[in-house]
């Protein structure tokens, strides 16, 4: 007979943890608004929606709207200070803004699809 028993083995997987716990920082990194000047910023369009709807941006910054559906979109400003031709699939539109305002945009296919695009000095 024998009194052995064996030892579960719990040992934690160090690098698994660091990993996480650096993930979770530069998550927290990336998700700061701040646009400085000449910076550029994505919105995606998607499922028939701008994303993000809304931006703050820094006046100089350029930014790239890309068509990731299927269906054609545009980004055409309401006071029509910009606007784009029809987008297909993977179409990328951009624009820089120089000058502070709000800027609210629609897509002229789909009227219920809209955005702003709020350029203030930081
Ligand atoms: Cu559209």
Redesign the pocket.
């Known amino acids: 007979m024998s009194s052995f028993l064996p030892r579960p083995r719990i040992a934690l997987p160090l690098a698994a943890v660091l990993t996480a716990l650096l993930s979770g920082l530069i998550v927290t990194v990336s998700s700061t608004q701040a646009a400085t000047p000449g910076q550029n910023v994505d919105i995606s369009i998607a499922k ?1 929606a701008y994303g993000p709807q809304d931006i703050t941006i820094a006046p100089g910054t350029t930014v790239t709207w890309i068509n990731h559906d299927e ?4 980004v055409t400003s309401t006071d029509k200070s910009f606007a784009s031709k029809g987008m297909d699939t993977d179409d990328k539109y951009q624009h820089t803004f120089a000058n502070e305002g709000d800027f609210a945009y629609i ?1 002229t ?2 009227p219920f ?1 809209t955005g702003t695009v709020h350029v203030h000095k930081p």
């Open positions: 028939f269906a054609p979109h545009t897509c296919v789909h699809m």
